[in-house]
């Protein structure tokens, strides 16, 4: 299965050991830098010579990775992504006690997530922390990488409608167990334990709960895969590796990959920020070209925004447009919408189709019910910053914003394909 299943499988082993969007970019991070590629930093100024290969970031959550061709070049070739996924934040002092017999930790939603499978299953907590140091304030991750807490469900005789209603209120129903008794400073303590410090120099942290639950490749011919975070580390995710051997030529490959799309993109890592317009400017700037030649290789340049969209539910038919229903192993999904919720038109949708003509990638198309709405992404917010010629896709699933989401194995391999030929023209 490993072999004819490699880069899901791949897919599915990076997942698992990123639980959040700060381990997502770390791990990202580690192997660019085995491949070759040097770190630059916002703060400092940058050395950027023809043939090198090179990585930025913001806030531990964001990254940007390009090849610098040999030759003069006309534009850039741009993938789109995001890190972050619908999850629980853990608030600050999260200890509730409830009757002096349990404690539960105090959350709150993060993006637009299915709370119902959340229920009854294994989380672990994972984030990052600041530490007072001798040196300063340090930054680290942590990941408890055991299983810490549970969301209990109501008993269906204390509730006899629940199957009814599904009216979850996040303050109330969503809070996890965490200890027995009255446990206050507990959590502080253990998180001060996972972040190797005293709790006098433990700071502020970001943590999120995160299921347990392993990935899984199932079906009648072993079709299908089921994981945590698909949407969107499956479309960050193949386009890093993409980047990683990409062959520059008379354009430039890079891959943007952005943090906060799940809560509307408008921070300083999200793509409404300046991260991607600043970071081409800088390298404009480096190589010294004037501003007719920046505008001259924007107006070259093409993006692949790329975030995963609904497949065609078995149960739900009724719920997908009536000719433009995407399904897992359909291939790559290119995603219209006349509300410009994505920012595929005609020319840019014809450049895609050829491309993947010429290279046997299979695709599809996807787009909303028109009665029911979908939501936007990256390639219309980044044009707001950058506009460029742009074509949304994705990859189909099932149960998106569910902590265990469901895709199409032959899908990763198609988005993998269609990634590395584009970075590479």
């Not at 253990?190 to 995160?210: D, G, H, M, T, V």
């Not at 960050?236 to 809560?263: G, R, W």
Request: net charge negative; hydrophobic share 35%; aromatic share 10%.
């Amino acid at each position: 299965m490993n072999g004819k299943y490699a880069e899901t499988v791949d897919l599915c082993a990076f997942i698992e050991k990123s639980p959040t969007q700060f381990h997502a970019v770390r791990n990202m991070e580690k192997e660019l830098q085995e491949n070759g590629f040097c770190r630059l930093e916002e703060k400092e100024r940058w050395n950027i010579v023809k043939g090198g290969s090179y990585y930025v970031t913001r806030n531990s959550s964001a990254l940007i990775a390009f090849r610098v061709p040999e030759e003069d070049f006309n534009g850039y070739s741009l993938v789109s992504a995001h890190t972050d996924s619908p999850a629980f934040k853990i608030k600050t002092d999260p200890e509730v006690t409830v009757s002096g017999l349990y404690t539960t930790l105090n959350t709150e939603v993060y993006g637009g997530l299915l709370m119902a499978p959340w229920f009854d299953r294994p989380l672990s907590i994972a984030g990052r922390v600041y530490v007072k140091t001798d040196s300063g304030i340090k930054e680290t991750l942590v990941d408890f990488d055991r299983d810490a807490v549970l969301i209990p469900s109501l008993a269906i005789h204390m509730n006899r409608k629940v199957n009814e209603e599904n009216g979850y209120k996040a303050q109330k129903d969503m809070l996890p167990l965490f200890a027995e008794g009255i446990q206050k400073g507990t959590f502080r303590r253990i998180l001060a334990e996972e972040a190797n410090c005293s709790e006098e120099n433990l700071l502020e942290y970001e943590l999120y709960l995160y299921p347990r639950t392993r990935h899984s490749i199932w079906g009648a011919e072993n079709e299908f895969f089921s994981a945590p975070r698909i949407d969107d580390l499956m479309c960050a995710y193949t386009a890093f590796k993409a980047i990683l051997n990409a062959e520059s030529h008379n354009s430039m490959p890079l891959i943007a990959l952005f943090d906060n799309e799940e809560t509307g993109s408008g921070t300083k890592q999200g793509a409404l920020s300046d991260f991607l317009p600043t970071t081409i400017e800088r390298i404009s700037y480096v190589l010294g070209h004037d501003a007719e030649e920046k505008a001259m290789k924007a107006a070259s340049s093409f993006m692949i925004s790329a975030d995963n969209c609904h497949a065609l539910h078995p149960n739900y038919m009724e719920k997908c447009d009536i000719t433009n229903r995407a399904r897992m192993n359909g291939g790559v999904a290119i995603k219209f919408s006349a509300a410009q919720k994505y920012t595929t038109d005609a020319q840019s949708a014809s450049y895609l189709r050829a491309l993947m003509d010429e290279n046997g990638i299979p695709y599809q198309y996807f787009a909303n019910h028109s009665d029911i709405p979908g939501g936007s992404t990256l390639g219309n917010l980044s044009a707001q910053k950058l506009s460029i010629p742009t074509v949304d896709i994705g990859a189909a699933q099932l149960a998106m914003h569910s902590p265990y989401e469901t895709a199409g194995v032959r899908d990763t391999e198609a988005l993998s394909r269609l990634f590395t030929v584009f970075l590479s023209r």
